[in-house]
């Protein structure tokens, strides 16, 4: 089997590459990304000599339709991935996104080759705090943000190639995923190492936001699963039940470095703030019997902290960068 996987140097990406390596050691693994401010190529340490490492954007027609023609099967994760970032410039969104994603599409379709697409639980909007419904396979498409709605076009895009085009692609739509290699700018990241520099965390608005929290790892393991059993055209709704409120996990991430559960800052809300993600997974559990294995948040969430502080080399370069762009916006 041969994979090429995009955005590899990303978060999730490079933990898929690193799960692969260890779960099917036979596979031949491409990793195509263009090395964005969000690439980064220690994230790929002790995997590195066994995979081809290609530079390069997805929005190049010669070179996507070159690796695909060498793969099995690709694995889409290359993406401009953080909303507060297209708030402030949606161009990159729209490019590496929906126009990428285009590239690949036709790659796939001339080369007969098999797709799987990653996307975001974000497609759908937001849910109401007291909605006794979670987000679903047929939950209607409602995206607030730049970045959830060029991640919607590119599912749009994909869902038209396999319905006019006949190609063999499948979509995963998953909630918010946290773990190792993780960018600074991020949520958990962000706090973790704010209090490591004796800053305070900062929480956006009142706080009351929920997200339903993923360890990367089930994330991939659901993807993998996907790959090798998931069904033609299909859409895989994948979370662990993992909601939990913003303020609540900032508490949460002080009391784990031994500070007071209110050393924290509120700053200025995101315009549009999605105010609440769930997770139904149940076909995926139902039909391809994937389970989650990180089901203690907060043992993760601990396993996290401690990989912040064992690796500083890995963020500290990103770190002043990052706290500067938000300094900008007052966050
Ligand atoms: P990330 O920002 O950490 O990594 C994205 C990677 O893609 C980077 O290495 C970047 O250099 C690369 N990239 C971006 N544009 C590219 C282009 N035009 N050509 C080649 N490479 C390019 O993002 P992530 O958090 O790892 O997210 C990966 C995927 O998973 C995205 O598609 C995202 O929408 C999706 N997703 C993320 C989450 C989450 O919680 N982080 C949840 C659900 C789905
Ligand atoms: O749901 C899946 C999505 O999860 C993915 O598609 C995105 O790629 C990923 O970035 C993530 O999007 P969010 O916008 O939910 O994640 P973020 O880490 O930016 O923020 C999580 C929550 O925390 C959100 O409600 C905003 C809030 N927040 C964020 C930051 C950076 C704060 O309160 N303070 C902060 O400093």
């Known amino acids: ?26 596979w031949q693994i491409t990793v195509i990304d263009k090395m964005s401010y969000a690439g980064n190529m220690a994230s790929l340490d002790g995997v590195i000599d066994d995979i081809e490492f290609v530079k390069g954007d997805i929005c190049d027609e010669i070179l996507i339709d070159k690796l695909v023609a060498n ?20 161009w990159p969104f729209v490019e590496s996104n929906l126009i990428g994603t285009y590239r690949i599409l036709e790659a796939v379709r001339k080369h007969g080759k098999k797709l799987h697409h990653i996307s975001t639980d974000e497609v759908y909007g937001d849910l109401e705090l007291d909605d006794p419904n979670k987000f679903s396979e047929e939950t209607r498409y409602n995206p607030s943000s730049p970045y959830s709605s060029t991640k919607a076009g590119s599912d749009m895009l994909v869902r038209a190639w396999v319905r006019s085009f006949g190609i063999h692609a499948t979509i995963s739509n ?37 997200r339903d929290w993923i360890h990367v790892d089930d994330h991939n393991s659901a993807v993998l699963k996907i790959i090798e059993e998931g069904l033609n055209g299909e859409t ?11 303020k609540s996990v900032i508490e949460l991430i002080l009391s784990g470095m031994g500070k007071k559960p209110g050393d924290y800052d509120h700053v200025t809300d995101r315009p549009g703030h999605d105010m609440r993600y769930a997770i139904d997974s149940s076909k995926l559990i ?43 916006t007052g966050q």
């Open 174 to 210: 998953c909630s918010n995923n946290y773990g190792p290699h993780q960018h600074v700018e991020k949520f958990i990241p962000r706090q973790i190492t704010e209090i490591l520099e004796n800053r305070r965390p900062k929480l956006y608005g009142s706080g009351e936001n929920v």
């Open 236 to 246: 895989y709704l994948i979370g662990a039940n993992g909601e939990k409120d913003n």
């Open 286 to 328: 139902s039909k391809l019997g994937w389970k989650p294995k990180y089901t203690n948040f907060k043992e993760g969430l601990k396993a996290t902290i401690k990989w912040y502080i064992d690796n500083q080399d890995w963020w500290k370069p990103l770190k002043a960068e990052t706290e500067q762009k938000y300094r900008k």
């Open 71 to 90: 793969c099995d099967v690709v694995v889409h994760f290359a993406a401009e991935s953080h909303n507060d970032n297209s708030l402030n410039n949606p």
């Open 1 to 26: 089997m041969r994979i090429l996987v995009t955005g590899g140097a990303g978060f999730i990406g490079s933990n898929f590459v690193h799960l692969i390596r260890k779960e099917r050691p036979n």
